[in-house]
């Protein structure tokens, strides 16, 4: 068992190495808005003080859906050295944007997935956000959904009908996809899922979008398999106060965790050491004005010096 553990681990491990012998800076991929003018770009040495890379346009800029918004993008990357991000098109599509690039700078043609178009009842795709597993030489694509009619017992009128749940879908090349799935279920309306390798298990930070009895915070749960099943939700590592979007990073032993406080219009951060007792860092946390919902991950000097050329 110790042997199979190992295996496990060291397979986890790599996951996150692709480049890890020249990740030396973090970026943070964002939008403003609504989502109108597509994908912005921050960097930083610490993870904690942020400077938006400024650049007459922005690094992509949306095609897809009749509303052509790129909101929540999500930017791994992956086995190929390349980056690959999906982000949500339109408040109302049944599908997610995806393209990928090798430097940030110049993309792929941008791809529509129709991920839940096979759903009659599906009311929308948000936030995706992609994890690589090693194990299976695959990229998992998960999301949230909300199918009319489903769960009906956390159905309440106060969230205009919305009642997600987390969807996934697996790829090994981005052009063919495997069979939609329900990824977790874990008795509440929940949103924002992201997913980082965590020893031998996988690790979920989500939330909890409940809103009678109010909840509206961030929970984690565990998994052997990165496509579950996954563990009961931990009890809220959030304050009183209504978090969603989590990103998160390790740092110098440290989980780090960024969300949008969303109804006070600022960010929040806390780190723990061990995913039990949680420390709030926000007052550390300088971002910049308008930052909304993306994600944290690494690249290198050169990398990020090529961003910052006009």
């Not at 795709?125 to 090693?134: R, S, V």
């Not at 063919?176 to 979920?204: H, V």
């Not at 009890?235 to 390790?250: L, S, V």
């Not at 969300?259 to 300088?286: M, N, P, Q």
């Amino acid at each position: 068992m110790k042997k199979i553990l190992f295996t496990l681990s060291a397979l986890m491990a790599c996951s996150l190495c692709f480049a890890s012998s020249k990740d030396s800076v973090f970026l943070f991929s964002y939008f403003m808005g609504n989502g109108e003018d597509g994908l912005h770009l921050a960097y930083s040495k610490d993870g904690f003080t942020w400077n938006k890379i400024e650049r007459q346009t922005t690094f992509l800029q949306p095609e897809l859906s009749p509303d052509k918004l790129m909101r929540d993008p999500c930017i791994i990357r992956g086995k190929d050295n390349l980056f690959h991000m999906v982000w949500t098109v339109s408040w109302t599509q049944k599908g997610i944007g995806y393209a990928s690039s090798p430097d940030l700078i110049h993309w792929s043609p941008q791809q529509y997935i129709p991920v839940m178009e096979h759903e009659e009842k599906a009311r929308n795709t948000w936030a995706p956000e992609i994890t690589y597993d090693p194990k299976e030489d695959e990229y998992m694509i998960y999301w949230a959904t909300t199918i009319e009619g489903s769960f009906p017992e956390t159905q309440i009128d106060e969230e205009k009908g919305y009642n997600h749940r987390m969807y996934f879908t697996t790829t090994k090349d981005f052009k063919t996809f495997s069979e939609t799935k329900i990824l977790y279920e874990p008795g509440f309306n929940s949103i924002d899922a992201t997913i980082l390798p965590y020893q031998s298990k996988w690790l979920m930070f989500i939330k909890d979008e409940t809103r009678v009895p109010l909840q509206k915070n961030l929970k984690i749960a565990f998994a052997d398999n990165l496509t579950g099943p996954y563990s009961t939700a931990s009890a809220p590592i959030t304050g009183k106060y209504w978090a969603e979007g989590p990103t998160a990073i390790n740092i110098n032993g440290y989980w780090v965790v960024y969300f949008d406080k969303y109804t006070e219009h600022r960010y929040g951060a806390i780190r723990s050491k061990d995913l039990i007792h949680w420390e709030d860092v926000s007052d550390k946390l300088h971002l910049p004005k308008g930052l909304r919902h993306g994600t944290v991950f690494k690249a290198s000097k050169d990398e990020l010096e090529k961003l910052l050329q006009k």
